[in-house]
């Protein structure tokens, strides 16, 4: 259901369309790939709706996984620079 924002740690409702940004993932039942009425099963296709508030969008895009699920991935930034892990050496 879109009542809120997709990223769990967001409690951002679910207001407007123009807001944020939708997603839209076709859900293809596994079982019926090799259907006999390819008709019946275009018919059955369902589409499912994602929301991410302007906050996540920016940083998360939704991508829909082999197994149908749907994964939050940190969006490659072009503007800040993620300061990189450094390793701490030992200095024995
Ligand atoms: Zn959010």
């Given at each position: 259901?879109?009542?809120?924002?997709?990223?769990?740690?967001?409690?951002e409702?679910?207001?407007?369309?123009?807001?944020?940004?939708?997603?839209?993932?076709?859900?293809?039942?596994?079982?019926?790939?090799?259907?006999?009425?390819?008709?019946?099963?275009?018919?059955?296709?369902?589409?499912?709706?994602?929301?991410?508030?302007?906050?996540?969008?920016?940083?998360?895009?939704?991508?829909?996984?082999?197994?149908?699920?749907?994964?939050?991935?940190?969006r490659?930034?072009?503007k800040?620079?993620?300061?990189?892990?450094?390793?701490?050496?030992?200095?024995?």
């Amino acid at each position: 259901m879109l009542d809120k924002c997709l990223n769990p740690e967001c409690s951002e409702p679910f207001l407007y369309l123009h807001v944020g940004r939708l997603f839209r993932f076709e859900r293809q039942p596994h079982s019926n790939i090799n259907a006999p009425e390819p008709a019946a099963v275009l018919g059955r296709n369902s589409w499912e709706f994602f929301w991410l508030c302007e906050n996540c969008a920016s940083r998360y895009t939704l991508l829909m996984q082999p197994d149908g699920t749907i994964e939050m991935v940190a969006r490659p930034t072009k503007k800040t620079v993620a300061p990189r892990p450094q390793k701490k050496r030992k200095s024995a």
